[in-house]
């Protein structure tokens, strides 16, 4: 029982930290007055939330506007995103945040996970439910349209009833998987032609 609540909470925690930060991706101040005087001139920021869902090598990659107390500002485009990625590393079993939003960089990954404690087997990312997308879009005006973005994660993983986790025997395996629904705070706001 202990193990099994330990397991849970790990992979929960894991999750949460994930949800946190991608749950800012695309923020933007100007979205909102976007809308109010359905300006299509407005500085949008282009989508930043992307999913790499090939087995073995899933990833999810985001970004955001974030205030510059250095320089008093906002950044002027979005080549000044923060940025941030997400991955499992398939070697070790641990999930892995980059600070760059690449998912093809080798180097500089950073655990969110302790490899000793458990395992990472899975990461998995669903925008759909059968033929029920659980993002949509809506048209707000005569030349703006509103992305409501919302997506399903699921984390699998293991503990060790017995010995270490790295050498733990199926058998012994305390199988977990937890999971969460994220809606993206910041709409996605884009001319519509």
Known sequence: ???????????????????????????DEDFIECIGVGDSACNFVANQLDFQNTPGAECMTYGYRRYD??????????????????????????????????????DEWIRITDPSIVRI??????????????SHTQQVSAN?????????VRLTGYSCRVGPV???????????AVETTIRVRNDL?????
């Open 1 to 27: 029982m202990i193990e099994t609540t330990r397991t849970s909470n790990e992979l929960r925690t894991a999750l949460q930290l994930v949800s946190r930060e991608v749950r800012r991706a695309n923020f």
């Open 69 to 106: 107390y250095a320089t008093g500002d906002w950044p002027a485009d979005d080549t000044q995103l923060e940025r941030g990625a997400v991955r499992v590393n398939s070697v070790d079993g641990t999930l892995e945040f980059h600070e760059t939003g690449n998912c093809a960089s080798a």
């Open 121 to 134: 087997t899975g990461f998995t990312i669903v925008n759909d439910e059968g033929d029920d997308l659980l």
């Open 144 to 152: 703006l349209s509103q992305a409501v973005r919302k997506f399903r």
């Open 166 to 176: 790295a050498t733990c025997a199926v058998a012994d395996q305390n199988q977990r």
């Open 189 to 193: 706001i884009f001319e519509t032609t």
